[in-house]
């Protein structure tokens, strides 16, 4: 099984909707992370969670809202959708005694129409 | 402030040819990792190398090779005997030592090895 999976894989929706993407981790790791994925751009970080209580706005938390429910989940949401926010979407785990080497769930392809 | 430059955009080359991806950053801290994924048309990002601030040593991994010169704050990657399973964007990154280590990403090299 996959130690960082993130659901759902893709989505397609419309502007103006709220999407909530989510991330599960099996790593026991407590650092987690958001991505987004744009052409050109490479990985640009959106949020980021170094323990439960601990959440930090990355380069481009705009329009991004996240939650850190357990060590393992880590949320992130979309309150109002727009079609710039259409991009492949990563999750990642990293455990600061190891480097702090990011894992990466498999990503999710959203769209806003 | 961190950056990490990957000029080259698009590479092709024809099947068996060798290959080599720049990867330039910038960092104030003296500790250090930088890191190589290649991500296949499949879309997931696969790990292929850290390498520390502190280790210079080149590392050769079948037909893949890196080579990291602080002198010139680069860490380049070569593919030696290209294959068409080796076409994939390619991300160097890089993340510094101390608290609130975070990857900063180059803008990926679109490689294209064509039969």
């Known amino acids: ?113 | 402030a961190q950056k990490v430059t990957q000029a080259q955009t698009e590479i092709s080359v024809v099947e068996k040819e060798d290959v080599t991806l720049d990867c330039v950053y910038e960092t104030r801290d003296t500790t250090y990792y930088l890191f190589w994924y290649k991500q296949p048309p499949s879309g997931e990002l696969v790990f292929l190398i850290r390498r520390n601030s502190f280790d210079e040593q080149n590392e050769i991994s079948g037909r893949y090779s890196w080579n990291f010169q602080k002198s010139t704050s680069s860490f380049n990657f070569t593919i030696t005997a290209s294959q068409v399973v080796d076409s994939a964007v390619y991300f160097c990154a890089l993340s510094s030592g101390g608290i609130g280590n975070k990857l900063v990403f180059g803008a990926g090299t679109i490689l294209r090895v064509k039969s």
């Open chain 1, 1 to 113: 099984d996959a130690d960082v999976t993130q659901t759902p894989r893709n989505r397609i929706t419309k502007t103006g909707k709220r999407i909530m993407l989510e991330c599960s981790q099996t790593k026991g790791h407590d650092r987690m992370y958001w991505y987004r994925q744009d052409p050109g751009l490479g990985l640009r970080l959106i949020y980021y969670s170094f323990d439960v209580k601990d959440i930090n706005k990355g380069e481009i938390s705009d329009g991004y809202s996240v939650s850190r429910q357990a060590q393992a989940k880590f949320s992130l949401s979309l309150e109002s959708a727009i079609p710039n926010q259409t991009a492949l979407y990563f999750c990642a785990t990293s455990d600061p005694l190891a480097w702090d080497e990011q894992f990466f769930g498999p990503g999710t392809r959203l769209t806003v129409l």
